[in-house]
Each structure stands twice: as C-alpha cells, then as structure tokens.
C-alpha cells in the first residue's frame, strides 16, 4: 500500500502520517518513506491494514491518495505509475547524457572486464565509432572461483573515467558491496548490481539510499522469478533511488549449448507489470559470440528498451568471456539492425492499438 | 557415420554395402537404410567404427563419400546438408501448397481443438482471411487429466478435411499413436507429433516409415535438449521421411507467469546445428494471449521460418486453451508485422555478411 | 467428483445414473464408469456441477455415496481412499507373487536391457540370490538415438520368461506403445511404463483398460509435476485398472555430475496424496554406480515402498547404462540395509505417532 | 595447482616460492597464500603452469609437496586432502562445543527469526531439552521484499549470546555483509552465508580472512552446481579459514508443492569430491513442517553431517516461515530417529566396505 503525501505537507505531517500507519499495522513492519517527484511517498507492505484502518488513513489531512497495487512490489509496479519511467545516465563531467527507457533503444557495449589503459581506450573509442552510447567495462569482477582475474579495482574505476573523458561515453560498472558503492559513484554514471548480488539486500539498499540517486542496472538473478526480481529492485526504489533499469541476462537452464536461457518473454511481461526500463544482455544470455546479433534483433522486436553487448577488439586473448565478446565490426551492424527493428516497432505500435 | 551410394547402384549393391558394414560394426547395431534425392543413405551411430574400417569401407565400388558428422544427430546435421531443407507442405486435393523454410515466414492459425463444424468453419474463413497460410485444429488431443475434453477424434478429422475443401489451407492435426498415423495422414497435410510424444519412439517410426512421406511437425518436449530434439528427428528422417519441421513451444521453467519458458535463442542454434526448419509457438510459450504478437514478432526477428498460432473467435468460450488464443483481428495484425520484420531480416541477411 | 453406487445396483441403474451425470453436466465432458471392490464407481471433473446439481444426483437410489476429492486427480486421492493400496505382483505361472505397498520394501533388480540368454539368465539367478523379489529387464528400450540398440522385442520378452521359470521371480518389463500391451501382458507380471511416455495417453488407456489388470509401473516425466504424474496415474485407473505403482527416477536439472536430479521428498508427499505406492529408482536418478547404495538407503527411509536397481553381472560391459548398473555384490549389501532401514522404520512410525 | 612448503620455511622463503610462481603464471593471475596444519599452502589455478615449470618450482628447497587435484576447486577437494574435515563448533566463552563432521549427526535448531527475548529463551530451552546441541537464529535475515520484518539485527545478536549463556549451546547466525562480519564474530559461533549470497564473493573473502576463524556454514546458491558451491567455499579456505561447513537446502524446482527441491543425492557426492562436512536444511528445502521429520531421517541415510531444523514453539505465530518449523515435540522425535538411523549407519559402513 502506497501513501501519496500532498506536495506542500511538512515534514511534521508527513511524519505524523508515518506514526499513524505504524500505529495501524503494529510496529515491526517496515515502512518506507521517500521523496518522489517532490511528493512525499510512503510505503508498507499491501496486506497489513484492513478497510477501516485505511479509511481512517485516507482521512488525514496530509493524504493526497492511497494506492493499493494488488502486488507485493509496489513502487515499482505500473498500477502505482502508468506512464514508463525514462532513467537519464550520464551525470558525471565529461558524459554526453543518454536516457533509457524511451522509444529509441541504447546500446551499451564495452569489454567484460578493464584489462589495461590501451585495451580499454582502443575499445573505447570502437565502441564509439561504432555507434554505442554508454561504455562497459568491470573493475570489479564477480568470479567463480577465486583463482581467476578478479579485475583492476579502483584503477579501473579510473581507467573507466579517463575512456569517458576522452570519447564522451557515460560509463557503467559493477559494484559488488555496500561500502564500495560510494567509491564506484563517484566515478560511473551508472551502477551495476550482478545476477549474483540480484538478493545482496544490503547492496540494494546501499545503492538506494545513495545522495547521488546515480542510476542502477539491476540484473535478474540466475533463477528468480519475476517477482523476486521485482522485489528487488523495489528494494532500491523505496531506499530512495527511483533511477532503476531492469537487464535479463538469461537464467539457468539444463542445455549445455548455451551459457543461460535467455528469457525474451519477460520483456513484455515486464512491461504490463512494471513502469521501469527493461534493457537485455545477449552476451551473457548465450555465451556464444555468435547467436548475439541475431539475439539482440529479437531482444528489440521483444521490446527491449536497450541492449549490453561484451564486445573486445580482440575477443580470442580477452581476459574473461572472450567467447561471447563480439567484435566492433559486429556491433556496427547490431546497431543498424537495432534502429531498423526499432523503426519496424513504432509502426508496430500502430499496427497493436489498431488490433 | 553416413555412407552415401552412387545414384546408380542396385539393390543389391547397396545391400552388400549394409552387410559389410554390419560386419564392421558388430550385429546389434541399428543401421538405416533409406533413399533421400535419389540415392542410398545408409546410417549408424558414429562411434563404432575405427578408422580401417571406415577405410574399407571407403573402397567399396557402390559407396560415393562417407560423410562424418560428429554429432550423435546425423542425416538432420547441418555437417551432412548444408543448404536448408524446404518442405513442400499441402500435398492433399484442394490444398494450396505452401513451403516452409525458406525466406518468407508461414504462419499457421487456428483452434486448439475442433469442438464443432460451425466453430471450425468460422474460424478457418477467419485465419484464411486474415492472411494465414495452413490451418491447425486437434482432433485427437493429449489432455493431462482423463475428465477433460479429449476431441472429437475421427469427426475431427473429417471437419478438417471439409475446412480444406472450403477454404484451400492445407491442414496440421496431432497424432497420437503409431496405429493412427496412417488414418490421419488421410485427411492431413502436416501430421503434428506434440511436446509429450516427443520420445514416443514408436510414433517417431511410424510418421517416419509411412508411405505418404507426410510432413511432420515435431515439438519440442517439455524439458529436451537440443540434441535430444535433434535426435527424434533424427528417428524420423532415419525412417525414411526427410520432412521434418521442428517447432519451439517454450520449456518447463519455475516461474508461474507464464505456462512455459519460450528458448528463442534455439532458432538461431538449431540453423547452425541442422538444415531442417524452425517455427515458433508463442501460445503454448507464453500461455497468454497479450504476450503472443510481441512474441511472435520477435520469434521472426530470432530467424524463425513460421509462427503456429491458437487463433479463435470467442477465446473466451473455447474449451480449451482460450487463455493463449489470439483473434483473427489480432493474427491479421501479426501477419503485417511479421511481413515487417521478414522484410527487415532479408536486410539484416546482407548487414550479416558485411560483418 | 466421485459417484459410487450401491453393490446391488443393476447395470440398467448404473447406466441411468451416467446418463442422469451426462445431462447435468453437459454431453463433452469424459465420464469413467469402472468397477472397484465390486461397485460401480463414476468419475467426472470435478468443477462442472454446481451445488444443486450434486444434490440431485445423490438423491437417486442407486447412489451410496458421492466424493468431492478437491484435487484434479481423484480416484488415486488420498481423499477418495483413505487407506494405502497394496499392489499384488506375480501372477502369471511360475511367479512367486509379492505385494508392494505395505510395510516391507520390495527390490526390484536386473539388467537394464535384455541381451541374451546367457546374460539374463546369469543376473537373474545373482540377484534372486542376493535377495531380490522381482527381476527387471528391457525388451523394448526407449533409446535417445535410433542408432542405440533397441532391445531384443519378443526374444526378449520370452527369455524374461524363461527366466521366471527358472528363478520364481515376476519380471516387470517396459511396454512402449498401445498395441503391444496385449503380448507384453502375456509375458510380463508387470508392465512398466517410462518416463517418456508418462504423458503417452493412448498408452495409459491401453494398460489401463487390459483385462488382465496387469499391474503398471508408471515412471515420472523427465519434468513433471506431482500433479501430473498423477493425473495420468488416474488416466490408468479410470479406465479400469486400479493396480498403479508409482516410481520417482529424478527429475531433470543443470548440475551434470549426476544424470538427474532424485527427488526424494516427493515419497513423503504422495503419501499425504495419493493412496498407490511408491517406489524409487536410484539408477536412472543418478546415473552412477557409486551413489546408488546410499540413495537407496535414503529412499527407504523416505519411505518408499520399494527399489528399482539396475544390476549386471558385468556393468562395464553391458549394451546400455553400465555406468549406473550396480554388481548382484552390492545389491545384497543394499538389501540388508533395506531390511535394517526398514526396521527403524517401524519404529519411527511409532515415535511419529507420539510426536 | 597447491603447492606446501615444508614446515621448517621462513617467511622470506616462503615468499621466494611466490615470487617464483608469480614469474612462471604470469602476474595476473591471483595466487592464495594461507597457513594450514603449521604448513603455507600457496595455491594458484590449476591451468596455468605448463609441466616444465612445475618442475621448476617442485626443486625449490621450500618446497614439500605439489598436489594437482586435477579440478577448478583445490583446498576444499577431497584429492587435496583425503580424510575428512572436522569442525570445531563453539569457541565463544559460555558454549558447550559440538563437532561437525564426524560419525555423531550434529543437530541445529531454533526459529527462523529472533523475535523477542522471550520467543528466544523459550525456543531455546526447549530445543536444548529436545537434544539439539547448536541454536540458530536469524538476527540479520534476507528477506525478498523490503516489507517483510527484517530482523532484530544488533539486538538480536545479543539475545542470541543471553540464550548461549544460559543454556550453553553454541549460536549460528546469518551475516549479510562484509562489514558485518566482526561483529556478527563476537556474537556467533558459527557464520551463516545464506543462499542468496553464497557467490557474494567480498562476504566469502571477508568471512574467511576474519582473524577469528570462526566456521562458516556455506549454503547452497538456489541454482547452484555443485562446482559452483565449492569454488565459494575455496573462496572461503583460500582466504585463510578452513572451517567450512556445506548446506543443501533445496534448489529452485517447477513443482509448486514443494519450496524447493531437496537434493539429497548431493550429500554423497559431496563426500567423494570434497573433505568438507555437509548439512542438510529440510526445513527450507520442504517448506512444509509435515515432511520435515521423513525428509531429516532421508537426509542422515544419505550421509548428513547434520541437520539444520527450524523449530518453534508456536509456528503459527512465527513472524516468519512459519509453515515450515516443527516444533520442540517433533524436535525430541527426529532427534530419536537420527541417532538410530546413524546407528544403522554404521553398521552400514561396515556392509559397504564388504561389498
């Protein structure tokens, strides 16, 4: 259930307004209580209050509107905001901004892992050439076993400043802990949190509650459902970041063929559930260098809001996931495909409010 | 291990040919013995012979090229044929003929079951308008509890028929039992083999031996692997039917939002891994009638050859699987779309090459 | 829901009854009239009549009882019999016969396929020496590629025979399609039906309704859920044949040092809802050898009420799933385990009773 | 590759020995130094050194041993160390210590959540009467949505140590993040890593290079191989502590009966490919409190270390799961029936050494 405080309520209303809801539903439920869109937006979970503790709410003179979404998520649900959310990236100095989330898909490209400063520039600026609008790369690599690369750390975080500088990219990477998100917001215009940490609640709600609200790529988990999923990212929004975008990158399967099972019913799915961007990572979802053009033109006509494309100027000695990196020649022609389908989709738009 | 003979040996030619290589392989070995485009093909498991044996065999005067494919999977390899297979679909009077497998999609529409002349005749004059090209319907359908609706059998069949005679759609209709095949391949142009009969050997062997050499249409099965799927094809085409379409249905997966998990990633695998062709279906996939356009859209972009779609006038009345089927105002929709983005893949086919 | 009628009700009443159910429920709608324990028991799904319909029907006189089991299976339901059913094996000339399903777990053991006389007859007298109650051995082998062997047909099913005669064991043998259910009934004590047909209706329908009530073994799908493995138990007793035996052999799953995924906590389960036995396949679940002695442990004391194991004189060299095959060495080990298992197993019955 | 320097080595020498492995692998690669049984190990991926330079290092006069255990996982592989690992559990003043891993099954019980002083003191006592030796209780717990209570956190940990003091058993609690784990180790016994963070690779490293040592029990990922569970736990040993205890508690399934799917097979295989003692959840792994006490008596049969058991003296009432604890009475049974089944046990050990 959703309390929607009205804009010009103090802080003492909306505080009473908290105290009266924790009264009503007993007092170890969590609540939340941010600021969105400058009005005062408080949250617990839908099954707590009857109908006459909230019509007694609904009373109270700070209330604007009481929302029930019917689901266990809910600010991030599309009964609570109908309208889909355009996530703006790129508010470090040196980015030339991009929003995702709108009608015209963004590719986001880049190698697995930062390896060194000319492996990286030379992607970089291919990645660019190429047509890509955010760069990726990890500093921080999340590896199966402790024997392998780990990733630069904070020198790559620095690598990845100094590729945004020079090509104008905004740039997202991994943050795997709640005392690093600082560290890694201060120089990535976008987080990203891994399938692996789709549950680390402690790091949802760090990257929530973050003053800079920089925008979080958030992973599906390699078997949560939807709902877990969602749930997840409501973790991040009702910390107070209202700046999440949801990536499929597959879940686990028992074919050997592939890496993952990548999921491209969720995004239409998604999309009748939730009010965020939905972006897809054919790369990992397959594992295969070369199922990943075909896979991203079906992730566009899916309705994917964008893509994330490993991509390495030399896939063959790549440090990590060298078998899914495409080459730049490939990207180059990812992206054309990419606008074509997506023109393909604005008349299909047409064609489906005709139907 | 393929053994091609030259288009002219005799009979008994070729059968000293399997002696020999019976001899080689040990007794118990299956070994089949078909005729594909004019010549002997005669096939076993790959793994038992060595290479002297192989050798000898190679100097036999009948044998034209022994053909290694690697896989388990043999005469459906991509190793053994690398162009594609096209299958002439509607041999049967009043059928328009159709292909499937070659750059313009198929779509085949209509009700999960045949529940009655009028409902049939409805809503084949609806597909047919709107533009599909073969139309389906269960006569026989496989019913998880024994207390529902299990079709109207030979009825059915017949109803099939007079909806061809009227409308011209060749007709697909599912076989559930080897003793059937031979009464459904008399009124059907496509014999459908579902996702439970999968490994139903015996049913394999029996579409694959029959005379008519009718096509087949072979779902995937609830939990396969790609090359289990290959290799039921496989017993088909060893039976002496080359007609094979496989047909993505969606798998078992854990989450309930949907009746199965679509794998559109196995359309660009399979036309790696084999030349036979690939269609999609978005209804047993998704379960759900609003994610089936998007789907479906998506299914050509991943490079399908056709879509099979549950298509009925009043999804809401049918008596079974009205949740997934989709209106004639809706296919017709998807009939454009899917005209679209075919049209955007022929561009795509030539970007590909560029890359 | 469930109709019984009255021991003394004619056939003329008992067609009355069905047709009175007919009308009220509407004509499309599958009925099974069978006989059980000497009544008439009819059987409908049991969402199509309302209330008063229900009322109706009990108040003609030829019904004693009708039962409202609240599940879509309902003559294997818990709540439609109460008490444990107990399946007698063995009853063709030669058999010693045994029952499954009470108190004393049965080892069913054996070879998985039938190679030749030499080797059956060796195994069968080695695992009845080592305690065995039922020997097991494929005829017809459903084999993933065609060019697997397929089994030795009826040889194989007259030295199963043989073997009886020999050793007092009933033989349990695989039937793989509905017009091969009569000779195999003339040979074997019980017909196994497997995995990859468990959704093979025809086949069901054809052991179900054998007038010699054959006993069925009905193995779980590769994928399927509690409740459609018994939704297609019930395929079998609604078409007259009460004598089903339930056999979990793991399930598919991602992990590939095992063949399949054993789940074990499914005997519990089907205790609470289905009244038919249970046992377990601890071969096929794992796939190897060296897990089979423990996992058989911990089936029976998850409670099953048996034990299928492959066994072979000579695993290395069998003709198909050596690498899971156990030695007659380690099944007489895995039967002293039973008995001791088992034996606490009384007593737990006890403690579970205090708890 | 692990390479042991003889007991007698230096530091300096010791660290010679990694510089020359740091030359020979390339210096990217991470290598783990840590000190077990008064010996260094140094351990790095085994892939990387070609046969001439593991002869190189082995003449190192440092060096006592290279093992090449020949999988991805090495300290934590039963080819690495052969006898089994066993546990120490209860270094906290006021604990009554308890090991884990030997032939005496190990019972840990408690509620899901602590919830108050009172639920705390009562379910411990009663646990503690029951027979159970190790208290759990979750001060920290992951819950999927923000909504859900939350746990007590830091008071909860001390309500934990009041429960320790006054009945002397050993407290398991989970931590949820790197920064948490020095205090959680000077509340806790033994550290939980829950399923949602099994590959959170800073918490794996953060928990096994805490200067206490204090064991971890590693749960398994809900979709993890095996081999992925023990490359978290070599994160674990290679960052210096050894006491590792492995927890199967169901993996993600399609069945909706059931929360999860026991894989109880695990438990076997576990102990052919590492030294590690396992435990097994039924609590989780069930989710339903009437298959709890079948599936513990399953899971010692299956060779269990232990179990973990979710035990409340009002389950209804619990704030959370509920559904799934047993209560004291239950407790007391299941406790009766592991000890006779471990009795069986080892007389099994007996009859599988004869076979």
Chains 1, 2, 3, 4 share one sequence.
Request: glycine fraction near 8%; hydrophobic fraction near 45%.
């Amino acid at each position: 259930m959703i309390i929607v405080t009205r804009n010009s309520v103090t802080g003492t209303e909306q505080q009473q307004v908290i105290e009266l809801l924790q009264r009503l539903a007993g007092s170890q439920r969590p609540i939340s209580a941010i600021t969105m869109q400058e009005r005062g937006v408080i949250t617990i979970d839908g099954n707590v209050l009857d109908a006459q503790a909230q019509a007694a709410l609904s009373l109270h003179s700070a209330v604007e509107r009481i929302v029930s979404t019917g689901t266990p998520y809910q600010l991030v649900s599309r009964a609570f905001q109908s309208e889909d959310s355009i996530v703006a990236v790129g508010d470090l100095p040196g980015s030339q901004p991009v929003t995702i989330g709108g009608s015209a898909p963004v590719v986001i490209a880049g190698p697995c892992a930062v390896e060194s400063r000319e492996q990286l520039m030379e992607i970089a600026r291919a990645v660019k050439d190429a047509g890509a609008q955010v760069l990726r790369g990890g500093a921080f690599k999340p590896r199966t076993s402790p024997y392998q690369f780990q990733g630069l750390g904070i020198e790559g975080l620095q690598l990845l400043a100094e590729a945004r500088e020079e090509t104008g990219l905004p740039v997202i990477t991994e943050v795997m802990e709640p005392e690093m998100v600082d560290v890694v917001a201060q120089y990535a215009d976008v987080l990203q949190i891994g399938s692996r940490n789709m549950q680390n609640f402690p790091l949802l709600r760090a990257a929530g509650s973050h003053p800079s609200r920089r925008p979080v790529m958030l992973k599906r988990g390699l078997a949560s459902t939807i709902d877990e999923w969602l749930l997840a990212a409501e973790y991040i929004v009702a910390a107070g970041n209202p700046n999440v975008i949801l990536c499929e990158r597959g879940i686990r399967s028992f074919d050997t063929h592939t890496r993952n099972l990548l999921d491209l019913a969720c995004v239409p799915l998604l999309h009748e559930l939730t009010h965020l961007p939905v972006i897809v990572d054919p790369s990992h979802a397959t594992g295969r260098r070369e199922l990943v053009p075909t896979m991203s033109r079906a992730a566009i006509a899916a309705g994917a809001h964008g893509l994330i494309l490993e991509t390495h100027t030399d896939p063959n000695s790549a440090l990590c996931d060298g078998r899914q990196s495409i080459t730049p020649a490939q990207l180059r022609t990812i992206m054309q495909e990419t606008r074509l389908v997506a023109q393909i989709m604005s008349d299909a738009a047409v064609l489906d409010y005709v139907a």
